[in-house]
Antibody, heavy 118, light 111 residues
């Protein structure tokens, strides 16, 4: 049974880089894509990006190339970096696994609140 | 970026049925059956309730059902209960300039 545990740095200043990590426990990477999703205060869910061990990677065009995702298989961790943040990037960030062949998110991390503030 | 279109809110009394629509485009719902639905109680983690348009994960109540026709997917909740009060989101694999896209979300209120 896959479980995800996520963590990241505290408040981030405008123009800096937001960094989050998600630990993957149980199961195999090969059965899943990995994805990041966020929810700004008072708004809906927003898809950030997706990647796989096999090299598939894609991010939301609205984030204009500010997204970098990586996977450390030895540590069973995958990470998100979002550069040049602004207040609009303040949100609860979730990591999740995406089931191959259905593109549905079956396991979610508990969410990390990230505040961008000077 | 395309956004799947959902009604902002739906309300009904306990025991009634509701249907939430999710309208897409040729880049997503009209072409693929990779649409899923999520229930999100504020402060909690979103929960997968429907995948591949009509399939229900193990453990999800059979009061939840999904369908799709053309470029529109739908989620039906039958026998509405107080615990169903939550936000519901559709999500789809997409081609074009974005790999995937969420709907704007629908707030379900049980009167």
């Amino acid at each position: 049974q896959v479980q995800l545990n996520q963590w990241g740095a505290g408040p981030v200043k405008p123009s800096e880089t937001l960094s989050l990590t998600c630990g993957f426990y149980g199961g195999s990477f090969s059965g899943h894509y990995l994805t990041w999703i966020r929810q700004p205060p008072g708004k809906g869910l927003e898809w950030i990006g997706i990647f796989s061990q096999g090299g598939i990677t894609s991010s939301n065009p609205s984030l204009e190339g500010r997204v970098t995702m990586s996977l450390d298989t030895s540590k069973r961790q995958f990470s998100l970096k979002l550069t040049s943040v602004t207040a609009a990037d303040t949100a609860v960030y979730y990591c999740a696994t995406v089931v191959l062949n259905s593109y549905s998110m079956d396991v979610w991390g508990k969410g990390t609140t990230v505040t961008v503030s000077s | 970026q395309s956004v799947l279109t959902q009604p902002a809110s739906v309300s009904a009394s306990p025991g009634q049925s509701i249907t939430i629509s999710c309208a897409g485009t040729n880049n997503d719902l009209a072409t693929y059956n990779f649409v899923s639905w999520y229930q999100h109680h504020p402060g909690e983690v979103p929960k997968l309730i429907i995948y591949e348009a009509t399939e229900r994960p193990s453990g999800v109540s059979d009061r939840f059902s999904g369908s799709k026709s053309g470029n529109t997917a739908s989620l039906t909740i039958s026998g509405l209960q107080a615990e169903d009060e939550a936000d519901y989101y559709c999500f789809s694999y997409a081609s074009g300039n974005s790999f995937a896209v969420f709907g704007g979300g629908t707030k379900v209120t049980v009167l």
